[in-house]
């Protein structure tokens, strides 16, 4: 049979696809919990506001998950909206926070724990994001292309905060991490755009 080969490989990545999605749904859903608690003790708007950026990736995560579930286009144009509205999301949740966290000049405690899962969450995401490119481009999934691009800003967005909670514990410059947001809230819109024009 002609389509054979061809088809069994589309099998194959669509397979990897969905594991790369369950491992960063799982991870996330991991990280709410832990990132509810860090955010608790040490007061911090950013590690809260990592958390709502982590349930952003587990609702995106399982619209991939649907779309994969049977890829004709209409679900594939579908899932593209959908997921081009969790990254307004997260950009109206980037500016908020920015924005409340440098006009109040809140001042969290420092976090051991905040600091080492967002170390440790920056290097899954990336690893999970490449997979996802990888994956998505050979099987000419958009939706899978777009969302590893999403699990691209959550590892940007866990770089920034690591940055702002290692700057604070360090030197006390708690503005780091609101100003860092700020980048990635552009890198979001611009995401946001692509997404939902198609």
Not at 63 to 77: P, Y
Not at 126 to 136: C, E, H, I, P, V
């Amino acid at each position: 049979m002609a389509g054979g080969p061809r088809d069994a490989r589309a099998a194959v990545l669509v397979r990897r696809g969905v594991r790369l999605e369950v491992t960063t749904l799982a991870w996330n859903v991991i990280g709410v919990v832990i990132l509810a608690y860090a955010a608790l003790v040490a007061r911090s708007i950013a590690l809260a506001g990592f958390g709502l950026d982590s349930l952003i990736e587990i609702g995106a995560s399982t619209v991939v998950l649907w779309e994969l579930a049977d890829v004709e286009s209409s679900r594939q144009q579908r899932a593209m909206r959908w997921i081009g509205v969790a990254f307004v999301s997260l950009a109206v949740y980037l500016a908020a926070q920015s924005t409340v966290v440098l006009v109040e000049g809140f001042r969290p405690h420092h976090s051991a724990l905040g600091i080492t899962w967002t170390a440790v969450t920056a290097t899954v995401m990336f690893a999970l994001a490449a997979g996802k490119s990888r994956t998505g481009a050979e099987l000419g999934n958009r939706v899978l292309t777009t969302e590893g691009r999403v699990t691209l800003i959550d590892g940007i967005l866990a770089v920034a905060v690591l940055v702002g909670l290692t700057l604070n514990a360090l030197a006390g410059w708690w503005w780091a991490d609101p100003l860092a947001g700020y980048v990635i809230l552009f890198y979001a819109l611009k995401e946001a755009r692509a997404s939902l024009r198609h």
